[in-house]
């Protein structure tokens, strides 16, 4: 199995640039995560879908981050406009559907924000 | 609120040392997991337990779960350079198979 693949790995942009972060899941895993990892906030969740739907955006920052599953095997995450403190590692992770597995990360997507 | 607390936060030890993390929370769940961080890597998962008294065993490294007590322990006996990383504990909320709750992490540096 190749595994949650991420893409882009590394990024670099413009304050005020639209970012646009893509997550291909684990074949069969029906709920898909978004976090961010930073120093100083460490791991957070943003948003979780199972079977292709949101469950809980709370942990989304604002307005200006959204996300979407159109399909099973993929979601974007996108930050519009971004700003220097959107600079963060983003991971996106899966996990099959029955209680007590465990999540599988994806490799994130550095983003950096000038 | 629902929480998941991990200490110590930091530790620097020797190697050939024996030590602990300690994982506690708040909530009422059975299922709770352990995972790796290597600096500028991703998350790997290292063990799953799913019941009290669950111990599993990987190497130098031990977990295992108290669900009365709501503590989670990782063991690590005769530390090696190579098991520096960062540790996170995770517990699943009882009433949802989607989300875990994670504790901040230990990091563990382990020095020749």
């Known amino acids: 199995d190749a595994g949650v693949i991420q893409s882009p790995r590394h990024e670099v942009t413009e304050m005020g640039q639209e970012v646009t972060l893509r997550c291909k899941p684990i074949s069969g895993h029906n709920s898909l995560f978004w976090y961010r990892q930073t120093m100083m906030r460490g791991l957070e969740l943003l948003i979780y879908f199972n079977n292709n739907v949101p469950i809980d955006d709370s942990g989304m920052p604002e307005d200006r981050f959204s996300a979407k599953m159109p399909n099973a095997s993929f979601s974007t995450l996108k930050i519009q406009p971004s700003e220097p403190r959107d600079s963060a590692v983003y991971f996106c992770?899966?996990?099959?559907?029955?209680?007590?597995?465990?999540?599988?990360f994806g490799e994130g997507s550095w983003l950096t924000v000038v | 609120e629902l929480k998941v607390e991990q200490n110590p936060l930091f530790l620097s030890m020797q190697e050939g040392k024996n030590y602990t993390i300690y994982c506690n929370y708040s909530?009422?769940?059975?299922?709770l997991y352990w995972y790796r961080q290597d600096p500028g890597k991703s998350l790997e998962s290292l063990f799953v337990?799913?019941?009290n008294g669950a111990v599993k065993q990987e190497g130098r490294l031990m977990a295992s779960l108290d669900t009365k007590a709501r503590l989670s322990t990782l063991h690590i006996t005769a530390a090696v350079h190579d098991l520096s990383a960062t540790y996170f504990c995770a517990v699943d909320i009882m009433d949802s198979n989607y989300q875990l709750i994670w504790g901040a992490g230990t990091k563990l540096i382990i020095k020749p």
């Open positions: 909530t009422t769940s059975d299922r």
């Open positions: 992770a899966s996990r099959p559907a029955s209680s007590g597995n465990t999540i599988y």
């Open positions: 337990l799913l019941s």
